[in-house]
């Protein structure tokens, strides 16, 4: 009976789910959890060593799965849109699931930051977001279950030292998903956030690589420790799901208890 339960709620067999970032990270982790139903999935990322070694981690949970990888480095409205019109070669018309896990961080003090680095930030984690929202609206439409989630970040309600451009970046993305939520709840449409804490992930190799560091981001951490990229799954599943249909413009904090202090 419990299993029947959580089948009805959490099945994402014939969705089209498309995961930007999907190569590496939380990305990954999100396409290993839903490559276990029968579903199209596309991911985007740019390095495409990684891609072939995340199609290589998904073969390992499903032996006959097959993933759409699109090598994409989007940095403008051009790539986006060139993107966004490879779907339709690939025969992808409509998308359920949107999951928006790109991002990029540049840590330092403002007086050791350049201008370029400040807008680097804001254009990949900000400017690309609200392009690939733009972009994707009319594929997202087509569906009567239709989800998008973006990836803050503890960083879009809190801040700390040397994060300028990325707590920006964040605080921005939180509010243009908490607007999508309103300009898209006529359409059925959910728009939600998760802002994870530290993550055992590629983004924190400059904290992870640094023991002072690490230690100094530990102690914020009530639970004492940095989270597993697997650790987020339950959250991605829950705002994925069909039967989500009233939650939207919500950000879940992942975080240890980090933002709880
Ligand atoms: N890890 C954490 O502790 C943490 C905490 C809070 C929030 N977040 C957020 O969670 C999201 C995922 O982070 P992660 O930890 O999984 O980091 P990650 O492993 O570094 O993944 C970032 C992804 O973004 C892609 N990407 C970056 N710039 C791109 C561009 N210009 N065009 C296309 N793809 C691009 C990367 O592709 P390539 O690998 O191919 O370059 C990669 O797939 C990010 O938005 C991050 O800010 C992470």
Same mark, same amino acid.
């Given at each position: 009976?419990?299993? %029947?339960?959580?089948?009805?709620?959490?099945?994402?067999?014939?969705?089209?789910?498309? !995961?930007? +970032?999907?190569? *590496? +990270?939380?990305?990954?982790?999100?396409?290993?959890?839903? *490559?276990?139903?029968?579903?199209? !999935?596309?991911?985007? +990322?740019?390095? %495409?060593?990684? !891609?072939?070694?995340?199609?290589?981690?998904?073969?390992?949970?499903?032996?006959?799965?097959?993933?759409? *990888?699109?090598?994409?480095?989007?940095?403008n409205e051009k790539t986006v849109k060139t993107l966004f019109n490879k779907f339709k070669t690939k025969k992808i018309n409509k998308i359920d699931i949107l999951i928006n896990c790109i991002g990029i961080n540049k840590r330092n003090n403002i007086e050791n930051l350049s201008f370029q680095d400040w807008q680097e930030v804001i254009n990949i984690n900000l400017n690309i977001s609200f392009l690939i929202s733009k972009y994707s609206l009319n594929f997202l439409k087509k569906s009567n279950k239709a989800r998008m989630i973006n990836f803050t970040s503890i960083f879009s309600t809190v801040s700390f030292e040397g994060r300028t451009p990325y707590a920006s970046s964040k605080g921005g993305l939180l509010l243009l998903t908490k607007t999508l939520a309103l300009e898209w709840a006529k359409y059925n449409i959910t728009v939600n956030s998760i802002s994870p804490g530290p993550f055992l992930t590629e983004l924190n190799l400059p904290v992870l690589n640094n023991k002072k560091n690490y230690r100094e981001f530990c102690k914020n !951490?009530?639970?004492?420790?940095?989270?597993?990229?697997?650790?987020?799954?339950?959250?991605?599943?829950?705002?994925?799901?069909?039967? *989500?249909?009233?939650?939207? +413009?919500?950000?879940i904090m992942v975080d240890g208890g980090w933002t709880s202090k």
């Open positions: 009976m419990g299993f %029947q339960l959580e089948d009805k709620y959490f099945n994402f067999d014939n969705y089209n789910i498309v !995961i930007f +970032g999907g190569n *590496s +990270g939380f990305g990954l982790e999100i396409l290993k959890a839903f *490559s276990r139903y029968n579903n199209k !999935i596309i991911i985007v +990322g740019r390095d %495409q060593k990684k !891609i072939n070694k995340a199609l290589k981690e998904v073969k390992k949970i499903n032996k006959n799965k097959k993933i759409i *990888s699109l090598k994409a480095n989007l940095t !951490i009530p639970m004492g420790r940095f989270g597993n990229p697997e650790e987020i799954i339950t959250s991605v599943m829950f705002l994925s799901s069909a039967r *989500s249909t009233y939650v939207t +413009g919500s950000n």
